[in-house]
């Protein structure tokens, strides 16, 4: 019995000094890794995960082998206080005297260990565990606390550490509920960005559909113009032809008289009374002389009459806009062009000159507002005057020509954020304007009237029945004009003389 008690208790030695050396160098090893991580990671951090593996259930709790420190432990052998993998079990209890201690193994998930055992003693000490070594990652009992406090452990009590993992909890908790708020507010931000998506598409086809029937309008009215055009070359075809008839007409007749001369200078010579023919001949020439000059003054009286005629045909046409006399095109003209219309989406205007030439009489030029767009936005504008019919040309082909020009205005004004109306007149490139002390502004069914005396060369202007002053010393001749601007809005720019 003495020798089996001495073998026993020298292998239980020879156990417990490989157990403490395998220890040292698990302590050193764990000593390495945790100052590698404490660069890493911060202090909460290091608590938290601490605190998770103390917080894992009782089977996941179960160590590894401390005899190979490899497997995990499948025993515990409440005698030896150790715990075991199979191997290492039936290796160490092979002996006579320690298979007694097979009774009191127990298997995994030691379920009867954890009825029996209680885990709030220390093992070593057999004392209450009251307090928690942060160092170590352990509970401590009142002789364990002397140990790490000669070590300068940080150890803290029970009350202190559950508070602290409370605490940890709810910051945990509380990212996480900030974070499933955050992604439901995203969610909500991706579904707004969706239907503003489908509305800018909707809006798109929309403008695609208008553009498509203004491409449209715009073939129909060019198709219109080139026919105008094509009837207004035949007209001048025809008149040519008829002019070269009559031109050839008329020399015909000279060629017919000419031959008349020449047979009686021949009958002349033949006859010996050729004196007194030639006498004869001469007073023939004289009558003749004196009926081509009745015959001119007829003519002339005939040509200032049909020179009078036509004056009169020009005074009492009536007014429609040149589409030789439009800027870059930009206006396209309808209903026999009596319309003007600026289609344009950008800030850039369209300029156009009517055909009609004013330099006697009193005139009136009604025009209809047909569209004009929202008072609100900016750059909306119209001009209408007279131009000067010398400067006509290079108010058309040249951006910023406005010599000899008298005119109403109506355009947005920036500073006070309003419609605003002047009268404006350049003259040897001074412009001169005076605002109305009214507020008088244009609008859509408007019916706007320029006044022109050319007797007096005066130009004044009415809206509706709202009598305007305008401008005095015009030039002899004058071209009615129009300027059409266009910014945002629906509506563009559309007016029609009347």
Known sequence: MDNSKKKTSKHKQKAYKKNKYKQKNKNKNKNKNKNKNKKKHSKKEKKITKLSQITQPVEKRIPKCENCHKKQSQFYCTMCQVYYCAKCEEQIHKFSAIKKHKKNLFKAPYNELVKKTNFNICRKHNKELSLYCIYENKLICSECYSNCKKNNHEILALNDFSNEIYENIKMIL??????????????????????????????????????????????????INHLNLFKKIEIIIDTKIQTILEDTEKKKKKISKKKIKINTAQEFKKDKNHIKLIQGGKEIIKKEKEKEKEDEKKKGKKGEKERKSKKKELDEKEEEFDPEMNYNNRITLKNGN?????????????????????????????????????????????????????????????????????????????????????????????????????????????????????????????????????????????????????????????????
């Open 174 to 223: 509380n990212k996480i509920q900030n974070e499933e708020n955050q992604n439901k507010e995203t969610i909500q931000k991706s579904l707004e960005n969706q239907n503003k998506f489908k509305e800018k598409i909707k809006n798109i086809c929309k403008k695609i559909e208008n553009d498509s029937d203004l491409l449209i309008q715009k073939i129909q009215d060019s198709k």
């Open 338 to 498: 009596k319309t003007a219309w600026n289609p344009s989406n950008d800030i850039w205007y369209g300029k156009i000159c009517g055909k009609k030439i004013y330099y006697r009489g009193k005139h009136e030029i009604k025009i209809k507002i047909d569209q004009f767009p929202n008072p609100k936005n900016e750059w909306n504008e119209i001009n209408l005057g007279i131009i000067k019919t010398e400067n006509r040309e290079n108010f058309i082909k040249k951006d910023w020509y406005w010599e000899g020009t008298y005119f109403f205005q109506t355009n947005w004004d920036s500073d006070k954020k309003k419609l605003e109306s002047r009268k404006c007149k350049i003259e040897n490139e001074n412009w001169n304007e005076e605002n109305y002390p009214e507020e008088i502004n244009l609008k859509k069914n408007d019916i706007f009237t320029i006044f022109l005396d050319m007797d007096q060369k005066k130009i004044s202007f009415k809206i509706n029945e709202k009598n305007l002053e305008g401008w005095e010393n015009l030039p002899q001749k004058v071209n009615f004009f129009a300027i059409l601007r266009y910014q945002k809005g629906e509506e563009k720019n559309q007016i029609t003389i009347i």
